[in-house]
């Protein structure tokens, strides 16, 4: 069994940065896309930021020029560097990824990281 495990949320004042990490653990036979979703209260999931394998990268509109998503392909590991944080990027972070599994695609999710930017 494949498990994402998230880790680096916390606390942090507007205009802070927080680093988050995600590692890929179990049988892993190949990990495609890896990102990251946010969940604020009362509202929707939704995309961060996501990076392929090979690289190519998609933001979502409201962290562009803000976050920075990356990834160790040889440590299955994805993170998402996040500076000038707003109050607005509250949420519960969740790590995702496609894992390949040699036969199909299964998509999986970690349990989740707490961000609180606030004064």
């Known amino acids: 069994q494949v498990q994402l495990v998230e880790s680096g949320g916390g606390l942090v004042q507007p205009g802070g940065s927080l680093r988050l990490s995600c590692v890929g653990s179990?049988?892993?036979?190949?990990?495609?896309?890896m990102g990251w979703y946010r969940q604020a209260p009362g509202k929707e999931r939704e995309l961060v930021a996501a990076v392929t394998s090979g690289g190519r990268k998609n933001y979502g509109d409201s962290v562009k020029g803000r976050f920075t998503v990356s990834r160790d392909n040889g440590k299955n590991t994805v993170y998402l560097q996040m500076n000038s944080l707003k109050p607005e990027d509250t949420a519960v972070y969740y790590c995702?990824?496609?894992?390949?599994?040699?036969?199909?695609?299964?998509?999986?999710w970690g349990q989740g990281t707490l961000v609180t930017v606030s004064s």
């Open positions: 995702n990824a496609d894992h390949f599994t040699g036969f199909r695609t299964v998509e999986i």
């Open positions: 179990g049988r892993i036979y190949r990990l495609n896309a």
